[in-house]
C-alpha cells in the first residue's frame, strides 16, 4: 500500500496555492483592491495656494473646472528632484490628474499648460494677481461648481501677463466676483456727504448712501475714488490714478471682510504698494 503524504504548497496555473493539505489557498490581491478602490480623476485647474504637510508635503488648494474647489495632497512635491513640483506652486494651470480615495484627493500626475510667469516681472502686477488668486479663494465654496469663477481667474491672469492689464483689470476682476458671490456693489443714492469732497459707503448694504445715516458700517470716500468704483461697477472702465486705486480696494477689502469675515491681504499688501508710490 502506498503511502500518503501532504502535498507541498505549488503554484498552480490559476495563480493559487495549495495548501498542506491539498486544498486550494486562495490569496487576496490587496493591491487589485486598492486600485479598485481609487478614482481617477482628470480635471483642469489652477493652484490657488500650497501649505507645507510633513517634510516634502504639500496641501495645494485648487480651482478647477469640474469639481470646484478642492483641497489635494500633493507627495513629495518639496523636493527639488520632484517631478511633480510645478504642480504645487502658485499661478500653476494645466491638468491635473488625481486619485480619489473616500473623501480625499492625491496628486498623482499633472500635465503643465501656463505658469503666468511673467506676472513677476512687475511688484505691482504681481500683487494684482496675487490678490486675484485669494480673492478667488476667498469669494469661493468648496466642491461646488465654480466655472465662471475660473474663467474670470484665467482672463485676470492673461490679461496682467499678456495684455498689459493692470488696477483696472483687477478691479473688474474683484467686482464680478463680488457679483457672482452675491456681494454686488450699488451706486446707492449716491448723495454728497457733509463735505462735499467726499460721498459715504455703507459696507453692510453695499453702496452709497446720504452721510446722515447712522451706521457703524459708514466709510467716507473721496470724490474720485466713488465716481472711478461706481464707473466700474456699471461697466464703464476708464483710467485713474493709482491713489483712487489704492483707496478702492482697501474699501472693498473691508467690505469682503464684513460680509465673509475673510482677510484679504495680498489685496493690503497692494495697496500698501500703491499709496508709497512704487
Known amino acids: 500500500m502506498e503511502k500518503w503524504t501532504r502535498s507541498k504548497r505549488t503554484k498552480t496555473p490559476c495563480g493559487n496555492f495549495l495548501s498542506k493539505r491539498g486544498f486550494p489557498k486562495p490569496i487576496r490581491c490587496i493591491k487589485r483592491r486598492k486600485e479598485e478602490l481609487t478614482e481617477e480623476i482628470k480635471t483642469e485647474g489652477i493652484c490657488l495656494r500650497a501649505v507645507e504637510y510633513g517634510e516634502s508635503d504639500r496641501i495645494i488648494t485648487l480651482l478647477t473646472d469640474k469639481l470646484g474647489k478642492i483641497a489635494v495632497r500633493a507627495r513629495g512635491v518639496s523636493s527639488p528632484r520632484s517631478k511633480l513640483r510645478h504642480a504645487a506652486i502658485p ?38 494677481g496675487t490678490a486675484g488668486l485669494e480673492i478667488a479663494d476667498k469669494l469661493t465654496e468648496e466642491s461646488v461648481s465654480v466655472s465662471v ?32 458671490a452675491g456681494y454686488r456693489i450699488s451706486r446707492g443714492e449716491m448723495a454728497p456727504g457733509r463735505d462735499p469732497k467726499y460721498f459715504v459707503f455703507d459696507l453692510e448694504e453695499g453702496g452709497f448712501y446720504s452721510s446722515a445715516i447712522h451706521s457703524a458700517y459708514a466709510v467716507k470716500m473721496t470724490t474720485p475714488a466713488a465716481t472711478l468704483l461706481v464707473d466700474f461697477s456699471e461697466g464703464k472702465e476708464r483710467e485713474g490714478d493709482a491713489e483712487a486705486f489704492a483707496e478702492i480696494f482697501a474699501l472693498l477689502s473691508r467690505y469682503v471682510k464684513v460680509k465673509t469675515g475673510s482677510n484679504l491681504r495680498a489685496l493690503f499688501e497692494l495697496c500698501d504698494l500703491l499709496r508709497n508710490g512704487s
Open 149 to 180: 469663477e475660473l474663467a474670470r481667474l484665467l482672463r485676470l491672469l492673461m490679461s496682467l501677463c499678456y495684455d498689459g492689464g493692470g488696477l483696472g483689470a483687477l478691479l473688474s476682476y474683484l467686482l464680478d466676483m463680488l457679483k457672482i
Open 91 to 128: 499661478f500653476s494651470f494645466g491638468e491635473y490628474i488625481l486619485t480619489l480615495k473616500g473623501d480625499f484627493y492625491s496628486l498623482k500626475s499633472f500635465d503643465y499648460n501656463d505658469a503666468f510667469t511673467s506676472v513677476s516681472d512687475d511688484l505691482v502686477r504681481y500683487f494684482a
